[in-house]
């Protein structure tokens, strides 16, 4: 028989968390016992009082082993999906290229299920499905777009 997996555990403020292995939480630390409370949370509420209604509290360098007063945020709900949420746009090394159809800025798609490569960054033309479709709408069949 193997050895049994062993958590790291962490005290803070008279409570142990330990490190969630797997799940929505993988990787995040969540008290013992009572209420299942998450480290961050915590140490937000100790150093700056209640956490607002329809607020999160997020990580400012997305680590969540750094659990330091000065690295946590507490965001809006909204606010944070559009700051760290998965479909974050982050320029480009390439810089920024212009949409054809609409002419919108294009970013480089990254978050935590996609990340696009910079080679599809390169061939992409259009900010989404909906601008390339509008673009080859009247053009002739088998008409590509410039590179």
């Not at 969630?20 to 209420?35: E, I, Q, V």
């Not at 209640?50 to 360098?61: F, Q, T």
Request: hydrophobic share 25%; charged share 30%.
């Amino acid at each position: 028989m193997g050895h049994p997996l062993i958590n790291p555990v962490v005290e803070f403020d008279g409570a142990r968390y330990t490190l969630c292995p797997s799940g929505h939480y993988r990787g995040y630390w969540r008290k013992t016992t009572g209420d299942r409370e998450m480290l961050h949370r915590a140490n937000w509420i100790k150093h700056n009082g209640e956490i607002p209604r329809r607020h999160d509290v997020r990580y400012r360098n997305g680590n969540p082993n750094d659990n330091r007063p000065e690295n946590l945020d507490c965001v809006n709900r909204n606010d944070g999906q559009r700051m760290y949420g998965a479909h974050k746009k982050i320029p480009s090394v390439f810089g920024t290229k212009s949409c054809l159809a609409c002419g919108r800025d294009l970013w480089r798609r990254e978050g935590w299920n996609h990340h696009e490569a910079p080679s599809a960054y390169k061939r992409r033309k259009t900010c989404s499905p909906q601008c390339s479709a509008r673009w080859k709408k009247g053009k002739a069949r088998g008409t590509r777009m410039p590179s």
